[in-house]
T-cell receptor, first 114, second 119 residues
Framework: DAGVIQSPRHEVTEMGQEVTLRCKPI?????LFWYRQTMMRGLELLIY????????DSGMPEDRFSAKMPNASFSTLKIQPSEPRDSAVYFC????????????FGPGTRLTVT | AQTVTQSQPEMSVQEAETVTLSCTYD???????LFWYKQPPSRQMILVIR??????QNATENRFSVNFQKAAKSFSLKISDSQLGDAAMYFC????????????????FGKGTHLIIQP
């Protein structure tokens, strides 16, 4: 199995630009999670989906952030417009239907906003 | 809301020795899971060990074991025979059981402990 795939692995953009992070979960998994890791705030859950439906987006910092899951094999996290304080590592994770305690993390996307 | 606290920002241990990383948590739920994740410099999140709250027996995985004290809401990780490859950030994490509220749920992480292995 290829594991959770995230792209790009690194992204450098200028303040004000739109940024789109992409995630392909493990085939057959029905839960998908987006996390953000910063030095100041640590690892925090942004949003998660069950069966492609957003369940809890209370962790999304503000309206500049949006996430979609149009189908079971693809999700995006978009930041528009981006700000320097959005610089972080963004992780996507997926989980199987029959073992809800399991989460498999992708390699993360390191975002730098200048 | 659930909180997870790791009070040791950094720990150091001699190779082959034993080290214990501390974690406390706060929750009003009775059914939940606790985890320890390892994050090496590659930043990949690697699951080390999992504990179900309903199980009284402490989980073990080879050189890794936990001391789970449910009443005290404490969940420490013991690493025996420390190896250079164990050097990493270690995160304690909490997740409520799906049957507590329906569907899968996200993880709540502590701030992490940086483990240094002295050769």
């Amino acid at each position: 199995d290829a594991g959770v795939i995230q792209s790009p692995r690194h992204e450098v953009t200028e303040m004000g630009q739109e940024v789109t992070l992409r995630c392909k979960p493990i085939s057959g998994h029905n839960s998908l999670f987006w996390y953000r890791q910063t030095m100041m705030r640590g690892l925090e859950l942004l949003i998660y989906f069950n069966n492609n439906v957003p369940i809890d987006d209370s962790g999304m910092p503000e309206d500049r952030f949006s996430a979609k899951m149009p189908n079971a094999s693809f999700s995006t996290l978009k930041i528009q417009p981006s700000e320097p304080r959005d610089s972080a590592v963004y992780f996507c994770a997926s989980g199987p239907r029959d073992k809800t305690y399991e989460q498999y993390f992708g390699p993360g996307t390191r975002l730098t906003v200048t | 809301a659930q909180t997870v606290t790791q009070s040791q920002p950094e720990m150091s241990v001699q190779e082959a020795e034993t080290v214990t990383l501390s974690c406390t948590y706060d929750t009003s739920e009775s059914d939940y899971y606790l985890f320890w994740y390892k994050q090496p410099p590659s930043r990949q999140m690697i699951l080390v060990i999992r504990q179900e709250a309903y199980k009284q027996q402490n989980a073990t995985e080879n050189r890794f074991s936990v001391n789970f004290q449910k009443a005290a809401k404490s969940f420490s990780l013991k690493i025996s025979d420390s190896q250079l490859g164990d050097a990493a950030m270690y995160f304690c994490a909490y997740r409520k059981d799906m049957y507590s509220g329906g569907g899968a749920d996200g993880l709540t992480f502590g701030k992490g402990t940086h483990l240094i292995i002295q050769p």
